[in-house]
């Protein structure tokens, strides 16, 4: 009998290779399985399910967990305002965590005697991927082709064509993944340092040239309504890609630090994440106290890096979550964003919430909880310690 082995399977060139490879020059079983982190509908399921049963794998199966990964990743992705380097909103990179659990949780219910990836040797993908495996299924050996064997896509695309595979090689150009949180697009001009993605590259075309304005509701932190249809996160953050990819939002090349060490680019369009996040922190910016906004500040950036490079099963995350769950009791409203091509703005919030209430003053105009004696004397003492300094150690003041 053959033995059999667990594919982490997309129907890109990477994955397509592994196919060909494992069963035709290792001889493997080879059992694709297809983690739908929300960048495939029914009709391309079909379509990916029927090519890799042409390809000659022994079995094919898909896996939905965009729940799963919207209630035990995304909502705290938001919570945090969470965008690596300030520019990212880790659209593969926290998919890849739940994508690896479900495959390493099939694997061991198979019995499988190797779990594969497609991943190269020059990326974050397959310390994300290893990570969980080792974690999840440590008996079951993991195989990895395209690490292995060094190989270019130029080299994957000559060794389908000997296959007999027909492909769009076209599209192989770049490497694209899909995803609830985003779509990913690397390779050619990504690969350097001065060139940014031509416009055919992205996977959406620019088609709205006016303006307009749309209302996002949050309620806890959680996405909820959108332009004032009640809806639930996951079908809200579809309805706001759609939405925003028409005004080509969402786009930019990402650079930063790998897990291996070196530095990568990448390009994405993640429309929903970046309008979400960008309403998100705005809405909290007037429901939350500065300490908390500052608290806020120092844990999301760790609980971003730690999911960023794999280690979503490190238990310090979970405190993490705790932390951010709890600080969004009062990040209820709603926040209105302007969207023209390739931009947008947030033109303001309604809260009832909101810190900033007339009650109490009107910033720069009118003071209303206090009297102008009651700021001299916090003044006074607010200053003190400025004071006694430079009196003690008569320094000159800075001019």
């Not at 190269?120 to 397959?126: K, P, R, S, V």
């Not at 939002?249 to 960008?278: C, M, N, S, W, Y």
């Not at 939350?288 to 500052?294: G, I, N, R, S």
């Not at 238990?315 to 932390?323: G, H, K, M, Y």
Request: glycine share 8%; charged share 25%.
């Amino acid at each position: 009998m053959k033995k059999t082995v667990v594919l982490a399977y997309s129907g890109g060139l990477d994955t397509s290779y592994c196919v060909k490879y494992l069963s035709q020059e290792r001889e493997l079983e080879v059992h694709a399985v297809l983690v739908n982190t929300g960048g495939f509908d029914k009709e391309e399921l079909i379509s990916v399910e029927k090519r890799a049963i042409e390809m000659g794998v022994a079995s094919f199966k898909a896996i939905n967990v965009e729940e799963s990964f919207y209630n035990d990743c995304v909502r705290f992705l938001i919570f945090g305002n969470i965008l690596k380097n300030n520019t990212y909103p880790l659209s593969v990179s926290a998919e890849r965590v739940f994508q690896a659990l479900a495959i390493a949780k099939f694997a061991r219910d198979l019995n499988a005697d190797y779990v594969a990836h497609g991943s190269t040797g020059a990326g974050n993908d397959q310390v994300r991927f290893d990570l969980i495996f080792q974690t999840i299924c440590p008996d079951v050996e993991i195989i990895t082709p395209i690490r292995d064997q060094k190989l270019s896509r130029e080299e994957e695309i000559e060794f389908l064509k000997q296959q007999g595979v027909d492909m769009n090689w076209d599209k192989a150009k770049y490497s694209i993944n899909k995803g609830l949180w985003g779509t990913s697009v690397g390779g050619a001009e990504t690969l350097t340092s001065d060139q940014y993605l031509p416009e055919e590259a992205f996977p959406s075309t620019l088609k709205q040239s006016e303006s307009t304005q749309i209302e996002i509701e949050f309620t806890r932190g959680e996405p909820t309504g959108l332009n004032g249809e009640k809806l639930k996160p996951v079908e809200l953050i579809k309805a706001l890609n759609h939405l925003g990819s028409e005004y080509a939002i969402g786009r930019d090349v990402h650079v930063g630090d790998t897990i291996i060490g070196i530095k990568g680019r990448v390009g994405f369009e993640a429309a929903a994440p970046i309008l979400l996040i960008k309403a998100h922190h705005a809405l909290e910016k007037h429901t939350l106290t500065k300490w908390q906004l500052q608290m806020k500040d120092q844990l999301s950036p760790w609980y971003g890096n730690l999911v960023h490079e794999g280690q979503f099963l490190e238990p310090a995350l979970r405190d993490i979550e705790n932390f951010l769950l709890n600080s969004q009791r009062n990040v209820s409203g709603k926040v209105i964003l302007e969207l023209n091509p390739y931009r947008f703005h947030v033109v303001g919030i309604e809260s009832a919430h909101d810190l900033m209430s007339s009650k109490f003053g009107a910033y720069g105009e009118m003071n209303k909880g206090w009297t102008g004696e009651d700021v001299k004397g916090f003044s006074k003492v607010f200053g003190n310690q400025n004071q006694i300094f430079y009196q003690v150690n008569n320094h000159e003041l800075k001019q």
